[in-house]
């Protein structure tokens, strides 16, 4: 019998995606499958219920949710053999958009019940992972500024970058990567493991998620046009355009900040404080095994 443990966010998206054991019968009979359903009822508590779940030995475990739901779940399974499974039912959904997954709930559960594995790289920042993306300076306030508006959707999401556009200032900041040791006062920097980062919006096109490698964006200082015009590019999935971007691959690279003590930071899509203002952020080929 095939135990799949399912953890699903109940407020994603627009939470009306009624996963349950009742609609998820209708895919996996009790005659060949154990099915096992837990919700979320906070931030981080999806972590908590893998960390219970990969006790129990199950042969997949399925993260229902948005990028945050799944970033949580995939954290407790690097480099485990238990494949992670997707369905996404939130906002952004840039990991699952990258990986092929449909946001149809039913298309999405029958490609777990086909089970075709693979595997992806996982991005480290201190002890975080991240599978998506991270970023400091604007990228951060954004997000913060997103979470604290409570609203998930695009709209929301573009009030949050205006805001943050015309109040975020940029800090001085030590970066050494690939030999070279530069000083700057970064607009954003932004980290990427995949080719989207939401809403059909990407700053890394070309980004592989199992290449072994990272894609880094380095935005300088801007002015109000240029902002305007950055803004633009994401927003119309063309930032290969904006030209004052600086991009590199890279496998590691260390990040400090040396007037700052605490750290805005997002991974994922989610912000956090990080209580340091030194960042060693790297690769770890192949460290997660998903269904796609």
Known sequence: MVYIHFIVNPISGKGNHNITNT???????SSKYKIKVDYTEYKGH????????????PDCIVACGGDGTISEVAAVMVNLKIPLGIVPVGSGNGLASNLRIPKDVGLAVRMIKNRRESFIDVGKVNNQYFFSNMGIGIDAVIIRKYEENNQRSLYGYIKAALWASLNYKPFDTVVILNGR?????PFMLFVSNSNEMGYNMGLTPDAEL????????IVP?????????????ILTNSSTRFNKASRESIRHIDIELPDKIFLDIQ????????????????VIKNGLRVIC
Request: proline share 2%.
């Open 46 to 57: 999806a972590i908590l219920l893998a960390r219970d779940a990969v006790e129990n030995g």
């Open 210 to 217: 199992n290449d072994g490698l990272l894609d880094l964006v």
């Open 221 to 233: 200082e801007l002015n109000f046009w240029e902002k305007l015009y950055l803004g633009y590019c």
């Open 181 to 185: 040791t530069l000083e700057m006062r």
């Open 267 to 282: 991974t994922d899509g989610e912000y956090h404080n990080f209580r340091t203002n030194k960042l060693q952020v790297e």
């Open 23 to 29: 609609l998820l019968s209708v895919y996996f009979p």
